[in-house]
């Protein structure tokens, strides 16, 4: 793992001396085939330069050095572009972002995935399997909505079975109502098994 020497002090008064790249805090982005791994990079820098006070040029310097492979060699052709058309050099993480964003991230992505929160049901998905999925698809959106339509939305996708259960219970927030389907999906598996009669008890006789 390599370091990045800065004497830039933090948004929060923290002396930033020693940024080690490849830690969480700076992931590596080796390539740029996956855009899920990409976008996930991309949002912990944004984090990351959010609670920072480094200069633009500092904050390229810092995210570049995080790149490698074919990472490496798309930021190295954007550069190389803007050089030949003349255009004035990035000098943010923000502007350097969007530059990447665009040629990683398909123009109907975000689309798509709005599309699939939209329409998301649990299906044959546990409750806890649904609710990351409806979360990540809700970050990945950039989805801002009061805590009760997020609510709502959770309850409107869950299985009937389910979801016939929490309504009967008052839930006050995302943490009171993930519990409660919980607990029902738990009842509605031992309902299940109750109503199985077992073959093995079953005293069957063949003519």
Known sequence: MSAYRADCVGAQGTKMADIRLGSSTIPRLEGITDVEVYLTWELAMHKFFRYTAFTGGEQITIASSALCDGALACWEKIVRTRVAMGQP?????????????????????????????????????????????????????????????????????????????????????????????????????????EDVVPLSGLNVQLK
């Open 89 to 193: 050099a990035i000098d943010t993480w923000r502007a350097m972002s969007d530059a990447m964003h665009s040629r990683v991230v398909p123009l109907n992505y975000l689309s798509s995935l709005r599309d699939k929160l939209q329409i998301l049901q649990q299906g044959i998905l546990s409750v806890d399997d649904y609710f990351r999925e409806m979360t990540f698809l809700m970050r990945r959106t950039l989805v801002c909505e009061e805590p009760e339509q997020t609510v709502q939305r959770f309850i409107a996708g869950l299985n009937d079975n389910i979801k016939s259960i929490v309504r009967l219970h008052q839930c006050s927030d995302m943490t009171d109502l993930l519990d409660r389907a919980r607990r029902a999906e738990l009842q509605v598996a031992k309902d299940v098994v």
